[in-house]
Nanobody, 127 residues
Framework: RVQMLESGGGLVQAGGSLRLSCIVSGLDFEDYAAGWFRQIPWQERKGVAVINSDGRTTTADSVKGRFTISKDNANNTLHLQMNSLTPEDTAMYYC?????????????????????WGQGTQVIVSP
């Protein structure tokens, strides 16, 4: 059974940093593309950053230069380093994985392309 557990969220002031982690079990993590997505109430879940099994990444324009995704295959863990946070980054953050050819080759940020999801970790950035 696939399990995914996010951690690292919390309350931070604007300009601060957080590091999110997602521990994945129940699958061969090395073979999967993995990504971070975020969602605020009443809005569609949006892709933040994804990384494929070859290490190629795609990052949303809204966070480019501030957020960095990384994948630790040895420890089955996905990370998201978030710097220079703004109140607009406030959201529930989710990790997701998928290993379809489309996702792995395209590094897509579309949430509906991903099969497995964690429960989310809340990030709140105060002004």
């Amino acid at each position: 059974r696939v399990q995914m557990l996010e951690s690292g969220g919390g309350l931070v002031q604007a300009g601060g940093s957080l590091r999110l982690s997602c521990i994945v079990s129940g699958l061969d993590f090395e073979d999967y593309a993995a990504g971070w997505f975020r969602q605020i109430p009443w809005q569609e879940r949006k892709g933040v950053a994804v990384i494929n099994s070859d290490g190629r990444t795609t990052t949303a324009d809204s966070v480019k230069g501030r957020f960095t995704i990384s994948k630790d295959n040895a420890n089955n863990t996905l990370h998201l380093q978030m710097n220079s946070l703004t109140p607009e980054d406030t959201a529930m953050y989710y990790c997701a994985v998928d290993r379809t050819v489309w996702v792995r080759t395209q590094c897509t940020l579309r949430h509906y392309d991903y099969d497995y999801w964690g429960q989310g970790t809340q990030v709140i950035v105060s002004p």
